[in-house]
């Protein structure tokens, strides 16, 4: 039988989340990102879009979240979904009540969803943070988990030589742009940062990244944008999903 090109991107796409949550310390077989960086909110996403494609994905990324939900940003969850189309906003709903209900997570739950019927296989482990994918962790770990930990990755996203970076880039990676800027200036005075003013934009830049990289290495060897990455690979599964049945008119 013919595959379906949703069937053939959802495998892909369960692939990849497969990896990553694997990563993070899911009980799972196959680890091919281990120089990536990678942000859970974006892979909670990736992750309740296609629960209805792999039931074990489902039930181990949440014995994972169950356990250990306190590294996941709820603020930057939020600031997620305030973009989010009704669809996907409708599938992370039921997987952030099923969290809460079997862990004490208190994730936004945007759409009435009943949770679902499962029993934690608790074999997920949190991994040593050492790891250079797990560098948003880490972060975390360090300035606790909000905007000042993901602004500092954002940050090192930047290579040296790069242009300076402006709150509201920043700003897109789902917190507001005042959260952004007090944590930039924060930065700033700590010295940590220095910033200058472009025309009527201030950017901010390292002041001393190579003693903040020696701190908290190993590093990864990228730290992807994941949010674009993300909303354009869940944007082509949904389009195909409607339209595969249509005619070709």
């Known amino acids: 039988m013919r595959t379906s090109a949703s069937d053939s991107i959802a495998e892909h796409l369960l692939d990849l989340a497969w990896s990553l949550w694997t990563e993070l310390g899911v009980a799972g077989t196959q680890r091919r990102h281990s120089q990536l960086a ?27 979240c169950s356990r250990h939900h306190s590294y996941v940003s709820t603020a930057r969850l939020r ?4 973009g989010a189309p009704p669809w996907l906003a409708a ?53 606790g988990t909000g905007a000042r930990a993901d602004v500092v990755a954002a940050l090192l996203e930047r290579q040296p030589g790069d242009r300076k970076i402006t709150v509201s880039e ?18 700033e005075a700590a010295g940590l940062l220095v910033s200058h003013r472009q025309g009527n934009r201030l950017c901010f830049g390292w002041a001393r990244r190579r003693e903040f990289e020696a701190t908290i290495s190993p590093l990864p060897g990228q730290i992807p944008p994941w949010r674009p990455i993300v909303e354009l690979l869940l944007s082509l599964f949904h389009f195909t999903l409607r339209t595969e049945a249509k005619s070709e008119r």
Do not use: M
């Not at 920043?170 to 930065?187: F, I, S």
């Open 91 to 143: 599938a992370f709903s039921t997987f952030a009540a099923t969290v809460n209900h079997l862990g004490s997570a208190r994730w936004p739950v945007p759409a009435s969803g009943a949770c679902w019927d499962l029993q934690l296989s608790q074999k997920s482990r949190l991994p040593s943070l050492e790891r250079p994918a797990l560098l948003h962790l880490r972060l975390r770990a360090l300035f």
């Open 38 to 64: 990678i942000f859970p909110e974006e892979l909670l996403l990736l992750t309740s879009a296609l629960a209805s494609r792999d039931p074990r994905l489902r039930d181990e990324s949440v014995d994972w």
């Open 170 to 187: 920043v700003a897109e990676l789902g917190y507001t742009k005042r959260n952004v800027a007090n944590v930039l200036n924060d930065l």
């Open 79 to 82: 600031g997620l979904l305030r």
